[in-house]
Nanobody, 116 residues
């Protein structure tokens, strides 16, 4: 069983920065694709960024150049550095672990609020 625990959300002014972290339990972290998703009120959950086991990164267009995803396999942690935040980045951010398409796990979510 895998547990994902997010931290680092909060309230920040537009143009500011936040760093989200997700700590994973279990032994499949290093062979899994890790991702961050977000869900704003009244909207569907959407992909923000992913990082594969071979460190390939993928970002949604609206966050390219502002957000950076990274992973530390020694600590089973994935992070999301968010810079130049905009009010439209406001959402609950969820950590995701996808193990070869066989198993998928989600964190409980952390709120990010960007004020204008």
């Amino acid at each position: 069983q895998v547990q994902l625990v997010e931290s680092g959300g909060g309230l920040v002014q537009a143009g500011g920065s936040l760093r989200l972290s997700c700590a994973a339990s279990g032994s499949i972290f290093r062979t899994s694709t890790m991702g961050w998703y977000r869900q704003a009120p009244g909207k569907q959950r959407e992909l923000v960024a992913t990082i594969s086991s071979d460190l390939s990164r993928n970002y949604r267009d609206s966050v390219k150049g502002r957000f950076t995803i990274a992973r530390d396999n020694a600590k089973n942690v994935v992070s999301l550095q968010m810079d130049s935040l905009k009010p439209e980045d406001t959402a609950v951010y969820y950590c995701n672990l996808n193990h070869r398409g066989w198993w998928e796990y989600w964190g409980q979510g952390t709120q990010v609020t960007v004020s204008s």
